[in-house]
């Protein structure tokens, strides 16, 4: 039997900037994916706009944070005649699927979610139900398309796993209905680290704008973040090894690695030796160069509403048309009559 073809899916929360870790860890991934699929294969990359809504938020800053970050993953090479591009709130089929699955997902499985503990922390009697089952709507997110493969950064592989559970259990209670889908995460830039806390992943809600980079910047505000951006004063060592207890140093040793598409112990044995001042320059230049070519066409795009309007439009249509065949074997493997 010849395998099926390659569907991959993966979305991004449109609140905040693209930043550095959702470029290296997943973005990135989602353009190599795209532009080395094979005949048959298809990409589906969205907006998680109903994900959004989970935490307390401001609907004209929603509206706009959904254009921008539309624009901007155009911007970082997501192809809208290639892969299909959209927000999830055209497609009604996520959060009917979300339903139909929340009979399947256990209370114990979202329990122990560690992004639930983290953003709930000790008021979780306070939080939203929705950022409770966010992780269903998650697995609908992907099991309504079938999808072989999800590019991800590491923080959202343990919802991927939640999402193969779901659909396991759903196929051994109702009769196989979904693939168990796979993450993909980039060996070499898995994890980004904030620039301000090596122990802390670089994040849209981090209060400190100057903890991350955000694809927008200019040129100035990136030297200037690398130039504040924490570290020691120990010089850097000729191997990764070296870095163990340095978490800062190697997060900026791994940005330029994964900028450069070299090995840290490539990048390591070129700097080893020399200190940050050295280092830090030459990690600015290596980003502003990076994101040139991104921030200038994201800003063209962004003047074009309505091209964005119809890039969205576009993808959520085919979407829907994908979506179709799964959403209604999900009503009837359960019984439903419509
Ligand atoms: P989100 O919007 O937080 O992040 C989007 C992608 O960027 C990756 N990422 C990182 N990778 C490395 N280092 C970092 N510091 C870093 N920060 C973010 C994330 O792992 C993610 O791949 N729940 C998801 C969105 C989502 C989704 C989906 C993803 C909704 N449905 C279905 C995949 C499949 C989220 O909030 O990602």
């Not at 991959?8 to 699929?37: C, F, K």
């Not at 309504?144 to 259990?169: M, N, T």
């Not at 951006?229 to 163990?244: I, Q, Y």
Request: charged letters at 25%; aromatic letters at 6%; proline letters at 6%.
């Amino acid at each position: 039997m010849r395998p099926a073809p390659m569907r991959v899916v993966s979305g991004i929360q449109p609140t905040g900037n693209l930043h550095l870790g959702n470029y290296l860890g997943a973005i990135r991934n989602w353009v190599r994916m795209q532009d080395e699929m094979e005949d048959g294969a298809q990409c589906l990359f969205f907006l998680a706009d109903l994900h959004a809504i989970s935490q307390p938020h401001d609907p004209a800053e929603l509206k706009r944070g959904t254009l921008e970050m539309a624009a901007a993953l155009v911007a970082c090479g997501i192809d809208p005649n290639r892969s299909i591009l959209f927000n999830q709130a055209q497609v009604p089929a996520h959060a009917e699927l979300q339903w139909l699955l929340a009979g399947t997902a256990r209370m114990g499985w979202l329990n122990r979610m560690t992004q639930w503990k983290d953003k709930a922390g000790k008021n979780r009697e306070g939080q939203s139900v929705a950022l409770f089952t966010y992780p269903v709507l998650q697995a609908a997110d992907v099991l309504l398309y079938q999808a072989s493969h999800v590019p991800v950064g590491e923080d959202q592989k343990q919802h991927l796993e939640l999402a193969r559970d779901i659909a396991q259990k759903f196929n051994n209670d109702f009769g196989e209905t979904f693939t168990l889908p796979e993450p993909i995460v980039p060996p070499q830039a898995a994890r980004i680290m904030s620039l301000r806390d090596g122990s802390a992943k670089m994040s849209k809600s981090d209060a400190s704008d100057m903890a991350r980079i955000n694809l927008a910047d200019d040129a100035d505000l990136v030297m200037q973040k690398v130039k504040k951006a924490k570290t020691d004063p120990e010089p850097l060592p000729s191997e990764v090894a070296g870095l163990a207890d340095r978490a800062e140093a190697l997060n900026l040793v791994t940005i330029y690695a994964a900028l450069a598409n070299e090995s840290a112990d490539a990048v390591l044995a070129r700097f080893g030796g020399q200190g940050f001042g050295a280092f830090k320059p030459a990690l600015g230049e290596l980003l502003v160069e990076t994101l040139r070519p991104i921030s200038t066409r994201f800003t063209e795009l962004l003047d074009d509403r309505e091209a964005l309007d119809a890039i969205l439009a576009k993808g959520a249509a085919r979407a829907r048309e994908i979506g179709r065949p799964t959403l209604d074997a999900a009503y009837a493997a359960l019984g439903l009559i419509r």
